[in-house]
């Protein structure tokens, strides 16, 4: 089975500061990878994924993840932030070669907190 | 992008009534749907898989009897909550993948029971 590690459950930094949130996941076959966010009082959007190709992958809000096979990590960046990026952040796995019946794993979730 | 639609976004119910949660896919065919549960402060954890015209695939510890899901249409999953208490207050949330594999989410239920 499939696990997701999310190291940091909390991480304050300031607005226009350089932010990264750890993901590392455990898993015997190919995945997909996701990140997903919760803004405060609101259900989850689907901020960005890993399904194949190009092992960094961008979000249209300055976010991006590199998926690293040797670490098995999928660590979330951007370079500045901003008072709205405070949310939940939580990574998850799907396993690969699924048919579109396969849930996602999440990990337990990032408390982004940015201060002005 | 696909939108799932979850109703209601917020019920407050009496100790041992029932309460029936819907979940909607609008703009694509959906034949698994996930149900998810959120505790304060905690990950989404997987309560079922809900199966078009069939019975939905429960997770180790979820009470079958307790928490109802019925499948009926490509677009359409619910969730009843059987004779609830306090300890089923939660926040329940619905999933569905669209064509990319990702997975697409209801906004979410809060349920309050008193």
């Known amino acids: 089975a499939q696990s997701v590690t999310q190291l940091d459950s909390q991480v304050p930094v300031f607005e226009e500061a350089p932010v990264e949130l750890r993901c590392n996941y455990s898993s015997s076959v190919s995945v997909y990878l996701f990140w997903y966010v919760q803004y405060p009082n609101q259900g989850l959007q689907l901020l960005l994924k890993y399904l194949s190709g190009s092992t960094l992958v961008e979000s249209i809000n300055g976010f991006e993840a590199e998926f690293n096979k040797s670490q098995t990590s999928f660590h979330l960046r951007k370079p500045s932030v901003h008072i709205s990026d405070t949310a939940e952040y939580f990574c998850a796995v799907s396993v690969g070669g699924d048919t579109g019946r396969r849930a996602l794993t999440f990990g337990s979730g990032t408390r982004l907190q940015v201060q002005p | 992008g696909a939108v799932v639609s979850q109703h209601p976004s917020r019920v407050i119910c009496k100790s041992g009534t029932s309460v029936k949660i819907e979940c909607r896919s609008l703009?694509?065919?959906?034949?698994?749907m996930f149900w998810y549960r959120q505790f304060p402060k905690q990950s989404l954890m997987l309560m079922a898989t809900?199966?078009?015209?069939?019975?939905?695939?429960?997770e180790q510890g979820v009470e079958k009897d307790k928490f109802l899901i019925n499948h009926a249409s490509l677009t359409l999953s619910t969730l009843t909550v059987t004779s609830a208490h306090p300890e089923d207050s939660s926040f329940y949330i619905c999933?569905?993948?669209?064509?990319?594999?990702?997975?697409?989410f209801g906004s979410g239920t809060q349920l309050s029971v008193l």
């Open positions: 703009d694509f065919q959906a034949t698994t």
């Open positions: 999933s569905a993948r669209g064509t990319d594999r990702a997975l697409f």
């Open positions: 809900s199966n078009e015209g069939s019975k939905a695939t429960y």
